[in-house]
């Protein structure tokens, strides 16, 4: 339990919700704004850039290109990657990443430089669906919106929406491209997964409007994606163009209801997704964020939406592979998106977007509207007040020990028991006794963050020394494999760490067969020799599926190293296990499934 009280939690001014109306300075401000913008201004304005939070010089040619976002598009606002890095394309290692974490001194000192020369204040974006430390070294990272489902408290997932907008807002970002509110009922979805809160709509609406409220009172504009419900998809539309071929009574119940939920809770912004419903728009091969029937129709008219409506990121493939950056960003606006986002060219973009509306392609009305919405967003967070952030304040907000107390707590109670079969979970071994474990990886490559096992293996050990690991991939060869079926019976128990990813462009949601072979192997060795068998998921939970053999199987919804330390407390007994799925396994267990364990005698297991 968490050993101090969290602060209670009150709406501020600068998170108000987009239904409340501004006050007369924030009106008068936008009035006036808006009555001395030049064209370019105002088309500027629907766009947003990007940048990957990495030092950069104001004397580079990195720098240069945003300025030139800033002077010559005149950008309505920037989005905050992670880092990155340059990687070889080379065909025999697999094994580099190019994705690492930002850095939060350089995002914020990036946005203040950039809000320093910008006539219009910058309304900043970023992708903190798991918190800031999703993709910023150091800031907090919580588990991913399944494990809140299982754990099932709403107080954890505002106060998790809390915490998240006050490192944001340390850091000069304004919105929060989440909750995820897409109900995930399809086991084979490759993108979504853990990302959603479950699969049963009121308790996605409960949770999110919760985490809503909580990014709200920190002072950051909520955003519920992907509308309208990217849940039952098995295409990664970061890849191509995803199709839910259900009828219009099923999308209202299921897909379309948390929308509708967070819209009357007062979600500031939503997301249209990349995806192709025939019952909303039967135009065939149109993505929803190009749909005027989807968007326009649906979203601002049928549903009554007043908050900014964002497109997904362009550069997926799901648009990108039809229309040019141009095409697309003028048919998304057409449709009635507010704001393009993340286009493969801004400045096609915005010329395309500037040529429609000189051309009356796009009417100029509309584009106003659209230049409202954006500068009223900016004055519910106060930019017409103060844009630029503190950076000598960013080490005492960002990443403290009482925002990653809550973080430990959602950890700790969405660990999820679904199996046990000969009643070996809390594990009830000496100290001295010996251990394989097992890393299995889905494949070795993209790693540079979530490396698997980092905080597994020192915790396992911390607790019984003797412990062999070894890694296995689809990469293992057939000797390898049969190497660790041969030893397996020398050792005193066997616990399996299970890394399976559903990561945007990779297309892959499996372990290879040969492995899963050994997994299950594994299972009917242990059996006849005695020998305890765990073992543990990390990430995609739908693969307990394909291997119904494992006697025992715990589940953690997460990657990276708090879901490894919070796995090995509930393994050793220290932890209680109280997680319920958020989610069917079919074939195997219903939603709200899960297994009791109390915490132990501490030191049980020594």
Known sequence: ???????????????????????????????????????????????????????????????????????????????????????????????????????????????????????????????????????????????????????????????????????????????????????????????INTRSFGEDPAAVTRLASAYVRGLQAGGVLATVKHFPGHGDTDVDSHLGLPIIKQPRERLDAVELAPFRDGIAAGADAVMVAHIEMPALDPTPGTPSTLSRPIVTGLLRGEMGFKGLIYTDSMGMQGVAAMFSPGEAAVRAVKAGNDVVLHSPDDAEAFKAIKAAVEKGEIDRAQLVASVERVLGAKTRVMLHRSRTVNLDAIATIIGGRAHRAVAEEVSRRSVTLIKDGRNQVPLRLPRDARILYLSVLDYPSGWGIAAPSRTFIPELRERWPNVTAIELSDRSTRNELDLVRASASRYDAIVAGVFVRTASYSGRMDLAPPVADLLRDLAGATDKAGIPYVAVLFGNPYVATFMPELPAVVLTFDFYDLPERSAVRALAGEAAISGRLPITLPGMFEAGHGLARAAATAGAWR
């Open 1 to 191: 339990m968490l050993r101090r009280p969290w602060p209670k939690l009150t709406e501020r001014r600068l998170g108000a919700p987009a239904t409340a109306s501004l006050d007369a300075q924030a009106e008068k401000w936008v009035r006036a704004t808006l009555a001395r913008m030049s064209l370019d201004e105002q088309v500027g304005q629907l766009i947003v850039s990007s940048f990957q939070s990495n030092f950069t010089s104001s004397d580079s040619e990195t720098f240069d290109k945003l300025v030139a976002l800033v002077h010559d598009h005149k950008v309505g606002g920037f989005h905050v990657f992670g880092g990155a890095q340059p990687t070889p394309g080379v065909l025999l290692n697999p094994a580099y990443s190019s994705v690492t974490l930002g850095d939060a001194f350089a995002a914020a000192s990036i946005l203040n430089r950039l809000q320093a020369i910008s006539t219009v204040p910058l309304l900043n974006t970023a992708d903190f669906e798991a918190g800031v430390g999703f993709r910023i070294a150091g800031a907090t990272a919580f588990p991913r919106a399944m494990a809140f489902g299982a754990a099932g408290d709403e107080r954890l997932a505002q106060e998790a929406g809390r915490i998240t907008a006050v490192e944001a807002r340390a850091l000069g970002v304004h919105v929060n491209f989440a909750p995820v509110v897409d109900v995930n009922n399809n086991a084979r979805n490759p993108v």
